[in-house]
């Protein structure tokens, strides 16, 4: 199973990952005319700064993810053969249980409280891998082969 790794002790807080994270999220795949303020495209990372120093948040996939097993509409599944945690929207009774159980702060609502949002590993995207790891000019991120 492939999971997205960090080592937050090489982050700088460039918020490449970020703005990678959003552009791949829209119709447009050019980057210089991406809005980094529009609520309708928010990113499925965040960084944290406190006391100097970077905290990626990415979803860990966990091997007993809290985020699935809080969600009472079945939006939320583990995917057993890949191992990630997929969130299908259309099922989702916006009761952001996922949101509080999540022990590492990865979903979030999205700004219009429609929908949660979380890393997709770029599956539902024009890209094939999380275009965050491409983007990181010191490989703080990175896909790992794990056992469950």
């Known amino acids: 199973m492939k999971r997205i ?24 795949n050019i980057i210089y005319d991406l809005d980094a303020a529009n609520p309708g495209n928010p990113p499925r990372n965040r960084i944290y700064q406190r006391d100097n120093r970077y905290f990626p948040i990415f979803c860990r996939n966990c091997s007993e993810p809290d ?6 509409s079945g939006a939320l599944k583990k995917d057993e053969e890949s191992g990630l945690v997929l969130y299908d929207e259309t099922v989702c009774a916006k009761c952001f249980m996922c949101v509080m159980a999540c022990r590492y702060g990865h979903p979030r609502p999205a700004a219009s409280l429609d929908k949660v949002i979380r890393c997709d590993f770029c599956r539902n995207t024009k890209e094939k891998e999380p275009q965050c790891v491409k983007a990181c000019p010191v490989k703080a991120i990175e896909v790992q082969e794990v056992n469950a």
């Open 5 to 28: 790794m960090i080592d937050a002790s090489l982050c700088t807080g460039c918020l490449n990952c970020t703005m990678e994270c959003m552009n791949n999220h829209r119709d447009s």
């Open 67 to 72: 985020c699935v097993n809080a969600c009472m």
